[in-house]
């Protein structure tokens, strides 16, 4: 299972002027250094959790699907499936219309079955599923709960930017990140 990003968000899920009344700086001083935290922070949130803050695109490379024909999109909240592709040994792709797959968005992970079964001619990712997934194009429709945890974890990163160089951040998950995201998080057993 291999996800491509197809469109990177258009926004950061908080604002320069956020993080700054957060930590009670004036000035533009540190402007590229915290907005390269933000970028930093939301990234880590993304890579830890499949959770994704601001409305963009990607596309799930499968090898084969399920017995059960389920499909589970691991990155969300899923807004929409775009595209369902499979392959056959010729290398011709061929389309399966999204509308007639059942998409169950309101779990997490967000779930895919096809009304037929996907069987692919090729060995290696012979079925791609494009989706669009995030909380909205803006940090206004993303949860006050997130927007709080990404604000902790830019002060945290922003308080070791000596010690710990950008490119090597995140350094430090500040207290009470964890408890914040917990209820976005997909539990695996």
């Not at 915290?34 to 830890?48: C, F, G, N, P, Y």
């Not at 509308?99 to 096809?114: E, G, I, K, Q, S």
Request: proline share 6%; hydrophobic share 45%; charged share 20%.
């Amino acid at each position: 299972m291999t996800y491509i990003l197809l469109s990177a968000p258009a926004a950061e899920p908080l604002t320069l002027a956020d993080v700054k009344a957060h930590l009670r700086l004036d000035g533009t001083a540190e402007d590229d250094v915290l907005t390269s935290l933000i970028r930093v922070a939301r990234d880590h949130l993304e890579r830890a959790t499949g959770l994704l803050p601001i409305t963009q695109s990607h596309r799930l490379c499968l090898d084969s699907v399920c017995e059960d024909g389920v499909i589970q999109l691991v990155k969300g909240p899923v807004q929409r499936i775009d595209a369902i592709r499979v392959y056959g040994a010729d290398g011709v792709a061929a389309g399966i219309d999204p509308a007639r797959a059942a998409f169950d968005r309101n779990v997490l992970p967000a779930r895919l079955m096809l009304a037929t079964p996907a069987v692919s001619g090729q060995a290696i990712n012979g079925i791609e599923v494009d989706f669009t997934a995030g909380f909205g194009a803006s940090g206004n429709e993303v949860p006050d709960s997130i927007r709080r945890a990404l604000l902790l974890h830019v002060a945290g990163m922003y308080e070791y930017r000596g010690a710990v160089p950008v490119a090597d951040q995140p350094a430090v998950l500040p207290e009470g990140y964890d408890r914040l995201i917990a209820p976005f998080r997909i539990r695996r057993l």
